[in-house]
Every structure is written in C-alpha cells, then in structure tokens.
C-alpha cells in the first residue's frame, strides 16, 4: 500500500521568511556551477598532504585506501543526491543538511547534531585554510627575504583581513566566478608540483628514498589510522545538500552530472600528486610537500620560478575554501540576524552581515595563529565530523528513503560501510587526537613553525 505524502516540517512558506534560505542559498545556479562548488570543497591544497598520509600507509595501503575512499564518497554522495531528489518529488524540498537529517529520520536530536558536525568542519577548515594561506605567504616571504623579521602569525593576520572582505560576498551562488578559478587552480598547482617532483627525484640533490614504516608497531598503528583521516578529510565536505541547494529548481539528476564534474578532477590530482611526491621523499615527505621541495637546509630541489608560482596558486584557491565553509555559518548568522522584507543589501541587513561574518573570520584566524597544527588539524576533523556526515549519514538516509530490502546488495553495502567507518572515526580520533596531544609539547602559542 502507498504511503501517504508526509507534511514537510520545513515548508517552502517558512522559507519565504527564512533570510538564510533566501539570501545565503539562493536557487540560481546550473549543474556545472554546482560541480565548481563541490571541485573547491573537496579538492584543495589538502591534496599535498597526500605523500604525508602514504608515509603512515606505504605504497600498498596507501593507494587502496585513497582508491576506496574515493569510490565510496563517490557512492556516499551519489546516495545524498538520490535522497534530495527523492524528497523534492514529494513536495519537501531540504536545502540544509540538518533539516534532511531531522525530517527523513524523524528526530530532533538529529538537527542538532548536524549543526555540530557541520560547525565542527566548517570551522576546523576555516582555520586551516587561513593558516596554510599565512605558511605559503612565509614561504614566499623567506625565500624573497631569508633574513626578514615577520612572524606566520603576523601573515596570518594578512590572510584574515583579506577573508574578512571576501566573506562579505553575500550568498553561495554568488561564488560561483571564484570557484571557477578554484577548479583552474587546483589543476594548475597540481601539475607544478608533480612537475617539480618528477624534477627532484632525477635531480643529482634527490633525496635517499626509504619506503618503511615506523618501527613500532603501536605507532604503525596509530599513523595508518591517522592517515585514514586525513584522506577520509581530504575526500570529505559535509556541505552537499547546501551546494545542491544552490541549483535552480527542479534540482533532480544536476547533482550527478556535477559530481562526476568534481570526480574527474579528483583522479587526475590525488593520485599524481600522492605518487609524485612519495616516490621522491618516501617517508620523509613533510605535511605540505612544498616544505619537502624547498627545504631549510639545502638547495631548492625544483625550479623557484615554478614552485613560487604554484604556492601562489595555492595561497589564491585557499581563499575560495574558506569562503566556501564558511556558507553554513553565514546561512545561520543570516537566518537569526537578517529580516527579510528588507533588501539584501538594505542597511538594515548590511551592517549585521559586515559585523557576524567579521567576527566569525577574526575567531578562525586566531585559532590559526594560536594552534599551528595542519597535518593534526585535519585528521582530527576527518574522523569526528567528515566521516559521520559523508561515511555514516548517507546510506542511513538511503535506506530510511529508499527502503531497499533488507536481503539486497545495496543494503548490505550500505549497512557494511556504516559498520566500517564507525569504527574507521573512532579509531581514526583517538589516533589523530593522540598525535595532536604529542605535538602540543612542541609548539608555543603563536609559533611560526606548524608542526608536522
């Protein structure tokens, strides 16, 4: 028997009155403008902590669980779309992803939830991008001035006031130009890197390559399942059903087209760059593997035309990441803060956005200067935010829509993928927050080295 169509708890009405809604997530956009959405949330500088994740894995793990991680993010984020598309034939179009979390399994605690997960991630990228943006202003700082006197903490501080003029771009269509160039950027220092990496492993500078993992086999241990949070980040973006939100009404089948968009880029970077720079520098490869291509004693092991240009591609597509995570914080500061029966940029709704989005920009480049922590930073947040929304949350959403029988391939893919990465995030945190206590003994508050 036919169920009866269920009332949406979050109807189009409320979202006449919703500013959120209106002004931050507006409908406009085209498949290909969401595919430029997801290509920025998902392939970032990240990507050149690849040889990084491949020294806690080796070679064989490493290329296994970057190639299953992608398959099954692909998988995961196929099933969101089925599930959005899925509640808009039935009239209850989600454009938050608490709001789909709460309505398909009927439970307020899950509204909740996913704002702090989402507040999690969207936080913990924005300061990692704010801080990477500030390392790749002291790197080109240093090689331009080796002897200068200014501190990260103090590019750091440049990189914030540039993020707090950007961030007063008014909705997430509104980024679709921006995230363009991002698509183009990322390509572009891809390609240098790999580039420069194949340049330094035939170099006669070359460093000696040794492929083994650490001795002990607690540590070996504790760094695979670290690295699998890093990737499980690195692939991760927790934002889909607000990227989606941003396509002109009727969304059904754009997000696919967008993904495969987002996925085809994907292939062509992770893997050149996690191979490249693992066969050059093995298990001395650094966080940020252009630290490895210009290290502090020795000569530069590639052109420093060519890697000066790729950290400025870099510094550039950092600045579209954060804009791109900060969307949701931006929704919820517009939905309690902006009236909607005035203009978007009414005076009204002007000066509360410049102040909201100021602050919360101030409060991520503090965190950045504060904790130096990029390698850690992310593992951390692959294992208590992006795996729950992007491993867990997905097929959970699936099956409660789309009822498969219980006997069926997809259930039982879902449900194993379910079992496997919970247990995946609560090895991967303990692992990440481990290394994080660790590295706390070697920093101090508003370091200028990050450490690894």
């Known amino acids: 028997m036919a169920q009866p169509p269920q009332p949406d708890p979050f109807p189009e009405s409320s979202r006449d009155a919703d500013a959120g809604a209106v002004f931050v997530l507006e409908s406009k956009g085209e498949w290909w403008h969401a595919g430029y959405h997801l290509t920025t949330a998902i392939v970032g500088p990240t990507i050149l902590t690849l040889p990084y994740v491949f020294r806690g ?37 989600h454009i938050r992803f608490r709001e789909l979390a709460a309505d398909v399994l009927g439970s307020g605690y899950m509204f909740y939830f996913v704002i702090f997960i989402q507040t999690a991630i969207n936080t913990g990228v924005g300061i990692g991008a704010i801080l990477l943006a500030g390392e790749c202003l002291q790197i080109m700082y240093s090689d331009l001035s080796p002897n200068g006197s200014l501190k990260l903490y103090e590019f750091i501080a ?107 880029v994907i292939f062509v970077t992770f893997y050149s760059a996690a191979v490249s720079g693992y066969w050059v520098f093995g298990n001395k490869s650094d966080s940020n593997i252009l630290k490895s291509l210009m290290p502090d004693n020795g000569p530069s092991l590639a052109p420093t035309s060519v890697l000066g240009l790729a950290v400025v591609f870099v510094l550039l597509q950092l600045l579209a990441i954060g804009l791109v995570y900060s969307q949701v914080a931006f929704e919820i500061m517009e939905k309690n803060t902006a009236d909607i029966n005035r203009g978007m940029f009414s005076k009204r709704n002007l000066i509360p956005r410049l102040i909201f989005r100021t602050m919360y920009m101030v409060f991520c480049g503090v965190m950045a200067a504060m904790l130096p922590f990029f390698g850690d930073i992310n593992g951390v947040v692959g294992a208590i935010g992006f795996i729950p929304l992007d491993f867990i949350l997905p097929m959970l959403l699936y099956n409660m829509t789309h009822k498969p029988s219980k006997s069926s391939l997809t259930y039982l893919i879902n449900i194993t993928i379910m079992v496997v990465f919970t247990c995946v995030g609560l090895m991967g945190a303990f692992s990440s927050i481990r290394k994080l206590i660790l590295d706390a003994n070697k920093f101090k508050l508003f370091s200028s080295d990050v450490v690894d």
């Not at 064989?60 to 598309?85: A, P």
């Not at 973006?237 to 396509?247: F, M, V």
């Open 158 to 264: 440049m990189v914030t006031v540039v993020m707090i003029f950007l961030s007063q771009l008014p909705s997430f269509h509104s980024l679709r130009h921006i995230n363009f160039a991002s698509l183009l950027l990322s390509l572009g220092y891809t390609f240098l890197v790999v580039g420069a990496c194949i340049n330094a492993g035939f170099s006669r500078n070359a460093p000696p390559r040794d492929y083994t993992l650490e001795s002990s086999k607690s540590s070996k241990v504790f760094s695979a399942f670290t690295s699998i949070s890093i990737i499980a980040a690195i692939f991760g973006n927790g934002i889909l059903p607000e990227i989606q939100a941003t396509l002109a009404p009727p969304a059904t089948g754009k997000m696919v087209k967008g993904l495969i968009m987002c996925y085809s």
């Open 57 to 93: 894995l080796g070679w064989g793990l490493g290329c296994m669980c970057l190639t299953v991680m992608g398959l099954v993010t692909f998988y995961s984020y196929y099933l969101m779309s089925r599930v959005l598309d899925h509640c808009e034939k039935a009239g209850r179009r």
